[in-house]
């Protein structure tokens, strides 16, 4: 069990880091910065689409939002991962989710590196979002995982 607790924890710190990525592009509200936290979000989409069907349809990967929609997004995100995990056994995390890439080549891979791939991705990106969000003369957000953990511990 401890290794799903470990993933929700993971997960609930890439919920906190793209809230936190959101909200240094809200002075900016298009362009690079957004694209890049658009990405996130369309990747994410698409992963957890695989879980129900190994080859999703109409899902962009690079799809263009509004920040409004990012918002809505990224707590309609937080649901669907919150309903996987909670359907996860330890079991669970080692079978394969069998799925097609977006250019149709299948491959199967298992549970626990999908997610963890999914909050690495994020990570990745976001890192994009920052340094973007500085190229367009606004201030990026701190979504180093230790700044969320020094976060949760000093709020309880």
Known sequence: MAEIQFLRKLFDYDYWANLTALDSLTPLEAGKPLDYFAHVLGAS???????????PKGIDV??????AQCRDAVDELRQGWT???DRL???????????????GVEFSTPIVDVLMHLVMHSAYH??????????????????????WVRQVGASG
């Open 89 to 103: 056994t330890p079991e669970g995390l080692a079978q394969n989710l069998v799925y097609r890439n977006t250019k």
């Open 126 to 147: 976001r890192g994009q979002v920052a340094s973007a969000v500085r190229a367009a003369g606004g201030k990026p957000a701190l979504t180093d995982y230790v700044a």
């Open 62 to 67: 690079w799809p263009k939002p509004t920040l």
């Open 45 to 55: 989409r698409i992963w957890l689409a695989r879980f129900s069907t190994a080859d």
């Open 83 to 85: 309903a996987v995990l």
